[in-house]
């Protein structure tokens, strides 16, 4: 059963950072790309910053410089380390794995950010 559950979000002000976790199951994170995509008010979900098993990582040009992903192979864990959080950052953040299965999602975090 693939589970990925995110956690981390909350409300922060312009400038500030929060630093998302995503615990994925052990056989999806040991083989599987892992990626963050944000979801904002009347926007489209898009993909924020993914990481693959081996470490290779890819970053979207609107967040590069402010946000970091990273993985925890031991907590089966990937991180999204967001700084300098504006305002049009505000969106539900959502975990997500790509298998031969399809992709999964997990529940999502909202981020707030306030100018």
């Known amino acids: 059963q693939v589970q990925l559950v995110e956690s981390g979000g909350g409300l922060v002000q312009a400038g500030g950072s929060l630093r998302l976790s995503c615990v994925a199951s052990?056989?999806?994170?040991?083989?599987?790309?892992i990626s963050w995509y944000r979801q904002g008010p009347g926007k489209q979900r898009e993909l924020v910053a993914g990481?693959?098993?081996?470490?290779?990582?890819s970053v979207a040009d609107s967040v590069k410089g402010r946000f970091t992903i990273s993985r925890d192979n031991a907590k089966n864990t990937v991180y999204l380390q967001m700084n300098s959080l504006k305002p049009e950052d505000t969106a539900v953040y959502y975990c997500?794995?790509?298998?031969?299965?399809?992709?999964?999602w997990g529940q999502g975090t909202q981020v707030t950010v306030s100018s």
């Open positions: 997500s794995a790509a298998t031969v299965a399809g992709q999964y």
């Open positions: 052990a056989r999806i994170f040991s083989i599987n790309p």
């Open positions: 990481i693959t098993s081996g470490g290779s990582i």
